[in-house]
């Protein structure tokens, strides 16, 4: 699970849910992104997935960590893996946000927020269909490539 922060006059924060084994994703649109929104949300996902075992990898974020999240997460059933810091690349969610930028915040304006999650609610509808496609936009690298690592660093 991540964040992604949108703001002009005024912000919407979304929180983003990759569903790994079903190929499909979840966004969740809240006017700002603490621990009482993460715990909303673990709450969503419990009611949409009543019996199936959860597990969620996410950042380090501190509305993650915070000791309410921790609790609400265990009361809930849902499993938490920490990703380690400065771990970018491991996340698929991190790949979500790109896409999320591509397809509807790049060289957009809003008139407001309605209309924005509207876009967004949009967004994953399309994405949803393309199950391939999602995963495949989505894979999160287990390894470097040495040569594609000598083109990030310079001599």
Same mark, same amino acid.
């Given at each position: 699970?991540?964040?992604?922060?949108?703001?002009?006059?005024? $912000?919407v924060?979304? #929180?983003?849910? #990759?569903? *790994? =084994?079903?190929?499909?994703?979840?966004?969740?649109? #809240?006017?700002?992104?603490? $621990?009482?929104n993460?715990?909303?949300?673990?709450?969503?996902?419990? @009611?949409?997935?009543?019996?199936?075992?959860?597990?969620?990898?996410?950042?380090? %974020?501190?509305?993650?960590?915070?000791?309410?999240v921790?609790?609400?997460?265990?009361?809930?059933?849902v %499993?938490?893996?920490?990703?380690?810091? #400065?771990?970018?690349?491991?996340?698929? @969610?991190?790949h979500?946000? $790109?896409?999320?930028?591509?397809?509807?915040? *790049?060289?957009?304006?809003?008139? =407001?927020? %309605?209309?924005?999650?509207?876009?967004?609610? $949009?967004?994953?509808?399309?994405?949803?269909?393309?199950?391939? @496609?999602? %995963?495949?936009?989505?894979?999160?690298?287990?390894?470097?490539?040495?040569?594609?690592?000598?083109?990030?660093v310079?001599?």
């Open positions: 699970m991540g964040q992604f922060q949108f703001a002009w006059a005024c $912000q924060s979304f #929180y983003g849910v #990759y569903l *790994y =084994n079903l190929g499909q994703v979840r966004v969740f649109a #809240y006017d700002k992104a603490d $621990q009482f993460t715990i909303d949300v673990l709450k969503q996902l419990r @009611v949409e997935f009543p019996e199936r075992p959860l597990k969620l990898i996410w950042d380090g %974020a501190s509305y993650h960590r915070a000791q309410t921790q609790i609400a997460a265990a009361m809930l059933d %499993a938490i893996e920490p990703l380690p810091a #400065y771990s970018p690349d491991f996340m698929p @969610v991190e979500l946000w $790109q896409w999320l930028r591509e397809d509807v915040t *790049y060289h957009a304006c809003y008139a =407001n927020q %309605a209309e924005l999650k509207q876009r967004v609610e $949009q967004f994953q509808q399309e994405i949803n269909a393309k199950s391939l @496609v999602l %995963a495949d936009r989505l894979w999160v690298k287990n390894h470097l490539d040495p040569d594609e690592e000598k083109l990030r310079s001599s």
